[in-house]
């Protein structure tokens, strides 16, 4: 009896499970993929809007980062609407709001509108990205928490993957209609975003209790887990919202993630640039720009699970980060295209590893509101590093005229996170608690 009690258990499990992914994974996976495209297709405008409009290395850079001062501003408090009025409402105002915002980056004529147009980007997408980890912890158990957000995470990956070679594509539209190839870009890239948003608000299901497309069973069996989890991580880590937002552990979570965010974004921002000058075309800039980010998409996954099964996290994120470092520093010594891309690819393996196992840290020990502050706090901070990442690169250009210093400067960010994660530690037995 008992031996059937416990198979049954675990059918109801995976049938729990399946029915989510199946559920929300796509559709998830689709607006992150929107959401990213619109944050860094700027990477691509940038191959022809720069000389068209006369932006400096320093004046696109300071576009580029001012995105992430808009978002920093407006992230705590967009989640914590989010904890209260709940997931679907909130995330398709966010995405109809940047689905707008971005479309109108076509109406760019200088400087001021530039800025101007890329920080309202940043407060119109502030609290997506939290909000949608956040939304995840109310739908799985821990035990499947970092293979589901890698898979989530496939979306950034593949955001550069179809939108390298169709923004290459797209910036051959120039004169089209009277308009420049990059607000093509922009028009066709933005309002995508807009339209899920819509149907964001119908398709999203705030809370497993009101799941209709679950039956009772599944409702009861995952409605369990889920409080035996957040009961052992309150018994442990119990924190207020404001305990969490003044949190020392909270602090330097988001320490580490400004080191890694600092790297992925000042590869992101330059990688086009970095690659249009082996002697390219737009169109063929956007196929090799993709590649990193395969291998990336790959690594991510399996590295996950690896993480899943061995309930290992620390080394997890540390090793990444560790590659990340090595591979940007071997890359601004190299002068070879081919050897340069091998570089830049491996340290794209160890960005999209560490993006996939990172957020398992904070969500181990944070719930109910003090997560959504907490998560958005990391984030928010974190994300800063996306305006200091790019503007590195770009001042060391403006000054040597290469990106190779701006590389190298940019290693030791993730190499400082990786040393703040190891002596950080990680409460693996509360995380771990419910699962069996």
């Not at 990193?292 to 996950?304: D, K, Q």
Request: hydrophobic share 55%.
């Amino acid at each position: 009896m008992g031996a059937a009690a416990e198979q049954d258990g675990r059918t109801i499990e995976s049938s729990t499970v399946r029915a989510i992914s199946w559920r929300l994974l796509p559709f998830l996976m689709l607006a992150y993929l929107l959401a990213y495209l619109d944050r860094v297709n700027l990477g691509f405008a940038a191959l022809t809007m720069n000389d068209e409009l006369k932006f400096s290395p320093l004046v696109y850079s300071w576009g580029a980062g001012i995105f992430f001062i808009g978002y920093f501003l407006f992230e705590v408090p967009s989640n914590v609407i989010l904890h209260r009025v709940g997931a679907s409402r909130w995330i398709a105002r966010i995405m109809v709001t940047w689905g707008i915002v971005s479309a109108l980056m076509a109406l760019v004529a200088g400087p001021v509108s530039f800025y101007v147009l890329r920080f309202l980007l940043g407060v119109a997408e502030a609290g997506f990205f939290p909000g949608i980890i956040l939304y995840l912890t109310y739908w799985y158990p821990a035990k499947y928490r970092a293979r589901i957000l890698a898979a989530f995470a496939v979306a950034v990956p593949a955001s550069t993957m179809i939108g390298a070679p169709i923004s290459g594509y797209l910036l051959g539209m120039d004169g089209i209609g009277g308009l420049k190839g990059w607000q093509w870009l922009f028009i066709l890239e933005g309002l995508p975003a807009a339209l899920l948003g819509i149907v964001t608000w119908f398709y999203l299901t705030d809370r497993p209790a009101s799941a209709g497309w679950l039956s009772p069973e599944q409702k009861r069996w995952l409605s369990d887990r889920l409080e035996r989890e957040e009961t052992a991580r309150k018994t442990a880590h119990h924190m207020s919202l404001r305990q969490a937002l003044a949190s020392p552990k909270v602090l330097v979570l988001s320490l580490v993630y400004f080191g890694f965010v600092g790297a992925l974004y000042g590869m992101q921002f330059w990688l086009p640039q970095i690659v249009k000058a082996f002697g390219l075309s737009n169109i063929q800039t956007g196929f090799v720009t993709a590649i990193p980010y395969v291998f990336g998409s790959v690594a991510m996954v399996l590295w996950a699970q690896h993480s899943d099964r061995t309930r290992e996290r620390v080394w997890h994120v540390a090793l990444p980060l560790f590659l990340i470092a090595l591979s940007l520093a071997t890359a601004s010594a190299l002068s070879d295209p081919v050897l340069t891309m091998i570089a830049l690819t491996v340290a794209a393996i160890g960005v999209f590893c560490t993006f996939s196992l990172f957020w398992t840290l904070p969500t181990a020990f944070l719930s109910g509101a003090s997560a959504a502050a907490g998560i958005a706090l990391i984030n928010s901070i974190g994300n800063l590093a996306g305006f200091g990442g790019p503007y590195l690169i770009g001042w060391f250009k403006d000054q040597t005229g290469g990106t190779a210093m701006g590389l190298l400067a940019l290693s030791l960010l993730p190499l400082v996170s990786a040393l703040l994660v190891l002596g950080l530690g990680h409460d693996s037995k509360t995380e771990f608690a419910a699962a069996e």
